[in-house]
C-alpha cells in the first residue's frame, strides 16, 4: 500500500495510487501520501508533467475508502483547516499539465480527481459514477463545482442527482474524456502526451494552464488584459530567446524554463 512516485529522463512525474486490493479506495495515509506527491509536482522545477493512475487493471481509484471516511466524521475544527492535506482535486494550484490515466473503475472521488487533471486517458474497460448522493452525501472535493464547467448543465445534473455508473462511451460523448484506448495503450498513450507537452516551453505552457482557468472567473476584458501582460513577462525570458533560436537554426528547442 502507497502513493508510488517516479519521474521520468523527460521531466514527466508518474504518481500511482497503489492499493489494489482496496480498489485503490484512499484512506488517511494514502491521501496525505498524495498530497505531498502533488506537492513535489508543484515545487520541483525538474517536473514538467505529471500523470496520475491506479495500480493494476482494474480500478482507477473510488476515492474515499468508505470505512475510513463516511461514517467516521473528522472533528469540526478541521472545516477551518483549508490549507491542511491540499490536493489537486481539493484546490492545491498546480499549474504543471496533468494527465490522468484511467484504468478502471473511477468512482466518486475518482471522478473528482479526474476532473481536476487537464488531459485524460481512459481504458476501454474503465467506468465512471458520481454516487454519493446514494450514500447520503455529495460529491465534495470539486465534484458539484467542476462538473457543471465541463459539461452541459443537463448532463451535470444527472451524473449529480442520479448518480448512475456510465462507461467509456458516454463518458468521451460527453468530453469528460480525451480517448479511449485499449488497457495495453493506456500508460504508452499518456506519456506520449506528456512527453509532447514536455518539450515545450514550460513557462509558456504553466502561464497557458493559469490563464485558461482563470478565465473562468474573469470578464472577458480583464482576461485578455492577462494575456498581454503575462506575454509581455514571456517576452523576456531565456526561453523564448531559445525558441526563436532553434526556429531559425531549423532544429529541436532545449527548453529550460527561465
Avoid at 126 to 147: D, M, P, S, W
Avoid at 197 to 218: F, G, H, T, Y
Wanted: with cysteine.
Amino acid at each position: 500500500m502507497s502513493i508510488d512516485f517516479n519521474v521520468s529522463d523527460e521531466g514527466v512525474a508518474l504518481i500511482t495510487i497503489n492499493r489494489p486490493e482496496r480498489l485503490n479506495a484512499m484512506d488517511a495515509e494514502h491521501y496525505a501520501g498524495l498530497s505531498k506527491a502533488w506537492m513535489t509536482v508543484r515545487d520541483d522545477p525538474a517536473i514538467r508533467v505529471a500523470i496520475v493512475t491506479g495500480a493494476g487493471e482494474k480500478s482507477f481509484t473510488t476515492g474515499a475508502d468508505i470505512k475510513s471516511f463516511i461514517t467516521a466524521p473528522t472533528p469540526m475544527s478541521e472545516m477551518w483547516m483549508t490549507q491542511a492535506g491540499q490536493l489537486l482535486n481539493r484546490g492545491l494550484e498546480v499549474w504543471k499539465p496533468v494527465i490522468s490515466a484511467i484504468n478502471g473503475y473511477c468512482l466518486g472521488g475518482g471522478v473528482t480527481l479526474m476532473l481536476a487533471t487537464d488531459i485524460r486517458i481512459a481504458a476501454s474497460h474503465a467506468t465512471f459514477n458520481l454516487a454519493e448522493v446514494k450514500r447520503g452525501v455529495v460529491a465534495a472535493n470539486g465534484g458539484t463545482q467542476r462538473l457543471i464547467s465541463q459539461v452541459p448543465y443537463a448532463i451535470a445534473m444527472e451524473i449529480l442527482l442520479v448518480g448512475d455508473t456510465f462507461d467509456t462511451t458516454m463518458a468521451e460523448r460527453w468530453g469528460l474524456i480525451n480517448k479511449v484506448v485499449p488497457m495495453a495503450d493506456l500508460l504508452p498513450t499518456a506519456y506520449a502526451y506528456a512527453k509532447r507537452i514536455a518539450a515545450n516551453a514550460p513557462l509558456a505552457v504553466q502561464a497557458a494552464k493559469e490563464l485558461a482557468i482563470r478565465s473562468r472567473d474573469m470578464d472577458l476584458q480583464t482576461g485578455l488584459r492577462w494575456e498581454r501582460m503575462v506575454t509581455r513577462m514571456l517576452q523576456g525570458t531565456e526561453d523564448v530567446a531559445e525558441g526563436a533560436k532553434a526556429f531559425a537554426e531549423k532544429r529541436p528547442p532545449q527548453f529550460k524554463g527561465r
